[in-house]
């Protein structure tokens, strides 16, 4: 009995290295303080793998294009973790993902950078990434900085009429930078900062935070995660009325907030995000791959998470394999011009341009994604309020 | 914009220490329990707040979807305490009583397992994501509010946190009795103090380990129902982010003590909240970023000054 195990096992085991594959690691915050934000970005991931794969898969072989799974928990911790398990024992040839900051920040530091790992971020956006690296050029992001969305934030606060704010925090890497951004820009434009403090995420209460901050302005400023900390700050804010409008970011702008404190409390509230320009031909051929797939196509980061997905697949069959020195390279000339407009889902006449020896020019479902020196895309952003219930979204211009 | 209100420091930093503090106690209660009956700090406590909450939303949901009841989360948490406890034995039963006689580094660590095993398997039933508890802001009492106003002395409390505390004293008085005046009582604290010693009285040890998950239990449950009450959602961590607070509640009482560990449950929670305010100028006294870190300076501090915590508990 146990022979026959041992052998099916093998068999197995050969059969599956028989069927050629270029892997890819994909650590996601499955877990942790924003699932509801990751499960459609995950989903736009799968699609672009599907795409590639219908379309032939990579190179003149066919090879099969396989986005291996972890959970990064949106924790520094956990995405070392499920990055180092990718990295040595998956083997993964480049990595996709984490989604945020703090896990993105750390991983590449301690795991991907000194295994000379490309890592390419779906969502990751702490201005710190700009200036991560020393001497590589591994880290890349799919998603634009907060330094621009700080200063958009800040414009559509004045915009609002309201001149003076105070701001509160969740002490990490995204948030803090963000905050940062914010509060100098603001300053910087002509409105005054009445209180500006750290709150340490998932506490109980925020009532003596929200009672000290809420004693200079009536409008509040709040960048954390809707998971950990940012819904309750909110509601001990609305509870005590220590505070009449809300402004925030991305980590807020989820479904949940109106399913716990209620639409008829949220009439102003506005959070920006990264967002992409629905007019643009990149962004009707995703929608129209989306909506085939049931993927929602304007969710926060869902066109990011299939650009970051699509153009590695295009940068490895640039690249002719899976060799991991040679993706950095093979991004930056897929991504940038020159070279013949593609649109996202057109892998196959990526792989005919690319075969023919011609060069191509990814546009990207979330805009251009034209990687600066940095590994740093531009982007627009847009800014949600409730309406009927929902969200809302209009971008800016 | 306080000027108005005149009475800020109760208001917004008292009454909410004392409710924090309140589920601090209540959890602390179970924690000191297992350390001075069972002799092992359990890292699983928080789960059993977390389960207990889990529970009875499920109850109160299913209550809704089926009958058309909209259940009080404190009615809808009795047969959430009931199921809870009887997990709490069989976990017992099958798992903490092999290591009965093994080290307690041993002991400790399989906690430490089983809080992981329990919060996976809520995530595995109920899912990562939040549940939405209480959907809705819960704004101050107006009939207090108005009542207290014309003292000058307006006081600005939403109902769920009447209910905490009152819940919190019916329970405490409960508990003295059982402590007190009861037979069961008496010996979870003979075997607190000595167990050799009770059980060459004669007490059976095991019904008294029996009645300290049954205890400990109900008062997590009651914690985690009572935390549910007031932040309005439920996640996982939710048990785990209040054990450190209320290891260093237990600690600070004294290890063994369950009314050192209310006291001590109180202090720390009025503690990080009262940290906050801005004794001296306009700015907070410590940041509130830091909360947590003022909980444990207390308890480190006690752990130097007095290692027997404020009641006189078990040293090691």
Redesign the interface.
């Known amino acids: 009995m146990r022979k026959i195990i041992i052998s099916s096992i093998a068999a197995l085991a050969m059969s599956t290295a028989a069927f050629a594959e270029v892997k890819v690691g994909n650590p996601m915050a ?3 303080p924003i ?2 934000l990751v499960a459609p970005m995950a989903k736009a991931v799968d699609l672009a793998a599907k795409n590639v794969n219908d379309q032939g898969g990579l190179f003149a072989g066919g090879e099969k294009y396989t986005v291996v799974r972890a959970d990064s928990g949106c924790d520094p911790v956990a995405a070392v973790d499920a990055v180092t398990k990718l990295i040595n024992i998956s083997l993964v040839s480049a990595i996709i993902g984490p989604v945020c900051s703090g896990a993105t920040i750390a991983q590449a530091e301690s795991v991907s950078i000194p295994a000379g790992v490309v890592t390419l971020s779906v969502s990751a956006s702490s201005p710190a990434i700009t200036s991560m690296e020393k001497n590589t050029d591994l880290v890349f992001r799919a998603a634009a900085s907060d330094a621009y969305q700080g200063i958009a934030l800040a414009e559509l606060t004045l915009g609002k009429g309201i001149k003076e704010i105070a701001v509160s925090y969740a ?1 990490d890497d995204y948030n803090a930078a963000l905050a940062a951004v914010f509060a100098e820009s603001f300053a910087s434009m002509g409105g005054k900062v009445t209180a500006n ?4 995420p ?11 901050l ?2 200079g302005s ?1 409008s509040l400023a709040l960048f954390a995660y809707y ?1 950990s900390g940012g ?2 700050v909110m ?1 001990n804010a ?5 505070f009449k409008n809300f402004i925030g970011a991305d980590g807020m702008l989820s479904d ?1 907030v109106i ?4 639409a008829e ?1 949220l009439t102003n509230v506005t959070f920006t995000t990264s967002a992409s320009d629905s007019g643009t031909a990149a962004y009707g051929a995703w929608k129209a791959l989306a909506d085939a797939a049931g993927v929602p196509a304007s969710d926060p980061f869902v066109p990011n998470s299939y650009d970051a997905t699509f153009m590695m697949a295009l940068a490895i069959e640039k690249a002719g394999s899976g060799d991991r020195d040679k993706i950095a390279g093979a991004l930056r000339s897929i991504a940038n011009a020159p070279g013949e407009i593609i649109l996202p889902g057109e892998f196959a006449k990526a792989k005919k341009i690319l075969a023919g020896g011609g060069d191509i020019h990814y546009m990207g479902a979330a805009g251009p994604q034209d990687f600066d020196k940095n590994g740093d895309v531009a982007g627009s952003f847009s800014k949600s309020v409730v309406k009927d219930g929902a969200w809302s979204a209009e971008l800016i211009k | ?2 000027t108005s209100f005149g009475f ?1 420091f109760v ?3 008292l009454i ?2 004392l ?2 503090g309140c ?1 601090y106690a209540l959890g602390a209660i179970g924690i000191t329990l297992t350390f001075g009956i069972l002799r092992f700090a359990n890292f699983a406590h928080g789960e059993v707040m977390m389960t207990g909450a889990y529970l009875t939303w499920t109850i109160s949901t299913l209550a809704g979807s089926l009958l058309g009841w909209a259940l009080h989360p404190l009615i809808a948490a009795i047969p959430a305490v009931l199921a809870a406890i009887g997990i709490l034995i069989l976990i017992d039963r099958y798992f903490y009583k092999p290591f009965r006689d093994a080290p307690t580094i041993m002991v400790v660590m399989a906690s430490f397992g089983m809080m992981l095993v329990v919060r996976s398997t809520v ?1 595995f039933i109920w ?4 549940l ?1 508890f209480v ?6 009492n107006e009939a207090v509010r108005q009542f207290t106003a014309d003292f000058d002395m307006m006081l ?1 409390v ?1 109902n769920k946190h009447f209910w905490i505390m009152a819940g919190t004293i019916i329970i405490m008085l409960g508990f003295t009795y059982l402590l007190e005046r009861t037979r069961i009582g008496k010996a979870m604290r003979a075997v607190s103090d000595s167990p050799d010693l009770a059980s060459v009285t004669g007490i059976d040890v095991e019904a008294v380990v029996r009645a300290t998950w049954i205890v400990g239990g109900f008062c997590a449950v009651a914690a985690g129902v009572f ?1 549910a009450m ?4 439920l ?1 996982t ?2 048990g785990f ?2 054990l450190l607070p209320m290891f260093a509640a237990a600690i600070l009482g004294g290890i063994g003590r369950p009314f050192g560990a209310v006291f001590g449950g109180l202090i720390i929670g009025l503690a990080e ?2 940290s ?3 004794w001296i100028g ?3 006294l410590i ?6 870190g003022v909980a444990f300076s207390i308890m480190i501090i006690m752990l130097i000054v007095r290692p027997s915590g404020l009641f006189k508990g078990r040293t090691f």
Not at chain 1, 202 to 212: G, W
Not at chain 2, 230 to 233: N, T
Not at chain 2, 287 to 292: E, V
């Open positions: 499955l877990t942790g699932p509801d002490n403090e750290a709150h340490e998932s506490k109980a209460s925020y009532r003596s935070e929200v009672a000290t809420g004693a009536d998971g819904i309750t509601r609305l509870e005590t009325s220590a949940e399913k716990q404190l209620g409390n | 914009m306080w800020e208001n917004f930093y909410p220490g409710v924090l589920i995530q899912g990562p994501n939040q939405t959907k809705g802001i819960d704004r101050p600005l939403p935390l007031d932040i309005q959602f996640e961590t939710m982010r209040m909240e009262l906050a305010y801005p306009d700015a907070p940041s509130p970023g830091y909360k947590t």
